[in-house]
């Protein structure tokens, strides 16, 4: 079977925009779970604002706590700018991501500065990150539609994945950020961005508004790209976004892949323990399109080892 990464971003994408405040013990146990799923890598949390984002607040003493609850585990952290860089160093991350969007109007909603400067302090931090020895990531946000400007020209969209490419970013992150996405457009925009950016250098992050996660995932497969973005439990969405439902589930993802030929190390049914827990802390049910179908699976097996 071959191979695919899969990075889980629920401890930031999914949580970020929940009503129920989750305490930093949970998000962590939340992630030891995630781990002992076989997850290699997960986006931890996020170094912004605490005013715009409040269940990220605690990032500061999330991130000392990752080594020793999940060693070996490869940890990101979302950071907007310079002091999100600063602030992620000094608790000790090891890699981290930054978000440029392809609109103007995104990106003046999200992080409050225009498309030029956002893509000049994007680069700088960029850069900065890997002087002081971190990995990076690089979001291109939006990269399909924008909820303010509608269907986000794909020339920006390439121009902008070059840009972070060329600004060093260890993976260039294309995002689906509202789910709006087809897999023939995934298809299209894949052929260009090839062009611009070595196909092992990108990755995707679909979410699942219009329930074509997964099959926007098998486009991307299918174009070559081995490296994706899910949130186990389907948890997620950008709260400055209007729409943006939660991530492809890392369990359909993972299910679709295995059936059609794709490791990605993870276990399903470790992944219904972290979903089992994300419920309890988040009150309410999860889960893909596949974990009714899992959960009677796991239970069959049981039933049959127990005779
Ligand atoms: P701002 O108000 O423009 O910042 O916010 P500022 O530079 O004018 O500073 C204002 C205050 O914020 C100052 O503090 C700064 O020190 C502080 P004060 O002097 O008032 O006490 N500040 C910070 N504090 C903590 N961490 C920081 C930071 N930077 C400045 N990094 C800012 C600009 C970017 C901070 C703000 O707009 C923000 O935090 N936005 C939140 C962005 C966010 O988290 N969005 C969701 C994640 S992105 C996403 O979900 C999409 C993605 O999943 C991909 C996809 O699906 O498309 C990645
Ligand atoms: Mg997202």
Redesign the pocket.
């Known amino acids: 079977m071959e191979r695919i990464h899969i990075t889980d971003?629920a401890p930031r994408?999914g949580l970020?925009n929940q009503r129920v405040p989750v305490l930093t013990g949970a998000k962590l146990e939340l992630i030891r779970r995630l781990a002992a799923a076989g997850v290699q890598s997960v986006e931890a949390t996020?170094?912004?604002?605490?005013?715009?984002?409040p269940q990220?607040a605690d990032a500061a003493a999330l991130v000392p706590q990752l080594k020793t609850a999940v060693p070996g585990l490869r940890c990101s952290v979302?950071?907007?700018?310079l002091?999100?860089l600063e602030?992620a160093h000094a608790a000790g991350a090891e890699e981290i991501?930054v978000?440029l969007?392809a609109t103007e109007t995104m990106n003046r909603r999200?992080?409050?500065?225009g498309l030029a400067e956002a893509t000049e302090v994007s680069e700088q931090t960029l850069a900065a990150a890997q002087r002081l020895g971190l990995r990076t990531r690089a979001?291109v946000?939006?990269a399909f539609d924008c909820p303010f400007e509608g269907a986000t020209p794909l020339d920006e969209v390439v121009r902008l994945a070059r840009r972070m490419h060329e600004a060093g970013a260890g993976e260039v992150?294309i995002?689906?950020?509202i789910g709006s996405a087809a897999p023939g457009q995934v298809k299209a925009r894949l052929a260009a961005l090839r062009e611009a950016v070595p196909v092992d250098r990108l990755a995707m992050?679909f979410?699942d508004t219009r329930g074509m996660g997964v099959a926007n995932a098998w486009a991307a497969l299918e174009a070559g790209v081995r490296r994706f973005d899910a949130s186990v439990g389907g948890i997620?969405?950008?709260?400055?976004?209007p729409g943006?439902a939660g991530n492809v589930a890392t369990e359909d993802l993972v299910l679709m892949a295995a059936q059609s030929g794709f490791d990605a190390g993870i276990s399903t049914d470790g992944l219904i323990d972290a979903v089992d827990y994300a419920e309890a802390q988040l009150q309410r049910p999860l889960g893909g399109r596949s974990i009714t179908w899992l959960r009677r699976q796991r239970e069959k097996a049981r039933e049959t080892q127990t005779g």
């Open positions: 971003v994408d970020q996020s170094f912004v604002s605490p005013k715009a984002v990220m979302l950071v907007p700018n002091k999100g602030r991501a978000v969007s999200n992080i409050n500065m979001y946000a939006v992150v995002a689906d950020t992050h979410h997620g969405g950008c709260p400055f976004a943006a």
